[in-house]
């Protein structure tokens, strides 16, 4: 049966943020070849004054947006309040006379705590998609937590990208036989091993030194600036290495003063953010990912990363451990710079079977991925319950 569907998320590339959400566009752009997809996606207020920043073209899809508006600064148990209001106010009669057959809400505050509320008085069911912070973060906000388990509790299922995530939506308040792990895909024709020269050769990077890799939002929590910390002692035994930062985000300054300070700026480049469609080159030039985040689902860097053949180091947070295999990479615990320390230095000095890390990453597939999501959906649209093997389990 071909469905109407809706998905409402602030996860995915609009013209003031081009590069939002890549996992998001990827697997929803492949739904659409599958059924009828609209995209209706929360842009934040101070975004869209700020102007577009780049052009964004998606295919199989409809697209369109709604400014998100808040108080800033304070009040964030309300977003969920602001979230719904602004919605209403410039996308009512969209909601009322579309006919979807159920609705996708990929994010669980405020996105989903907003629009679940929306759904049921609309009558259109729904299916939840949590991805990490919004419930390792949000969730631990007493009222925050209340507006997400009033979303989940009552969704036609929930959809987690790793079991850990599962598991927390549950201990939330999900029905734990409507609970789905669901991991993410890896596009194989963007994402598979090459040679490492070239490359180095194609971004313009030295040959030989060893080169450790750090993508993703440029923010505290994802461990970038642990990463930073830990980089000298890589350099007292290696002095030709060199940590690239692929991304942007608010501890950008604080990169650049932390290199300073601690004499290591010469080997240190921050790229800034870089199209989805390049990141491919970037992981085969790279000697070793390095993720040390402080919470996580399972972040589609590290999937991609080992598409290609690069082992990770990464810390033992939300779904990594899950994916990353002993022979892939080195999971450390969060915050523990000596064991960070330790962590680089070995994976840089080990010989690595980058064929096996990369046949590993073939088991993620989108196809499957799609399969399993579109089953869920077509189930919840013909209001049945979809049978789940528990959170668990994958």
Not at 106 to 115: G, I, M, N, R
Not at 356 to 361: C, F, G, P, Y
Request: aromatic share 8%.
């Amino acid at each position: 049966m071909r469905l109407k569907i809706l998905i409402l998320t602030n996860l995915f590339p609009t013209p003031w943020d081009p590069l939002r959400g890549a996992f998001n566009r990827q697997q929803f752009e492949r739904l659409g070849q599958r059924h009828d997809v609209d995209v209706l996606t929360a842009v934040d207020f101070r975004e869209r004054l700020r102007g577009v920043r780049g052009e964004v073209r998606v295919d199989n899809l409809r697209t369109d947006h709604f400014v998100f508006v808040y108080p800033p600064r304070f009040g964030r148990s309300l977003h969920a309040f602001t979230w719904a209001v602004s919605l209403l106010l410039q996308r009512w009669r969209k909601l009322r006379t579309s006919g979807y057959d159920v609705l996708l809400l990929s994010w669980a505050y405020p996105d989903a705590a907003a629009a679940g509320w929306l759904a049921r008085r609309l009558g259109i069911p729904y299916v939840v998609k949590v991805h990490g912070s919004d419930l390792n973060v949000a969730a631990n906000y007493r009222l925050r937590r209340a507006q997400i388990r009033s979303a989940l509790k009552p969704a036609g299922a929930v959809v987690a990208v790793s079991r850990a995530l599962a598991e927390k939506a549950v201990a939330i308040g999900a029905d734990a036989t409507r609970v789905h792990t669901i991991y993410n895909g890896v596009d194989s024709d963007l994402f598979a091993p090459g040679s490492q020269a070239e490359a180095r050769a194609r971004l313009g990077l030295a040959a030989g030194a060893p080169l450790l890799l750090y993508v993703g939002n440029l923010k505290s929590t994802k461990g970038c600036v642990d990463l930073l910390k830990a980089f000298p002692a890589v350099l007292a035994q290696r002095p030709d290495a060199r940590l690239i930062f692929v991304g942007s985000g608010t501890s950008h300054a604080e990169l650049l003063e932390r290199a300073t300070a601690s004499g290591c700026a010469e080997r240190v480049v921050l790229i800034g953010a870089v199209a989805h469609s390049t990141l491919g080159d970037w992981f085969r030039a790279a000697d070793l990912l390095c993720l040390p985040s402080h919470n996580e689902g399972v972040p589609n860097v590290v999937l991609e990363a080992m598409a290609c053949g690069a082992p990770v180091v990464a810390t033992r947070v939300g779904g990594i451990p899950e994916v990353v295999p002993d022979y892939a990479g080195i999971l450390v615990p969060m915050q523990d710079q000596a064991a960070l320390e330790t962590a680089l230095l070995e994976a840089t000095a080990k010989t690595w079977d980058h064929a096996r890390i990369a046949n590993h990453a073939c088991s993620f597939r989108w196809d499957d991925n799609i399969d399993r999501l579109e089953r869920i959906l077509q189930v919840v649209a013909a209001g049945e319950m979809p049978a789940a093997s528990g959170p668990a389990n994958a």
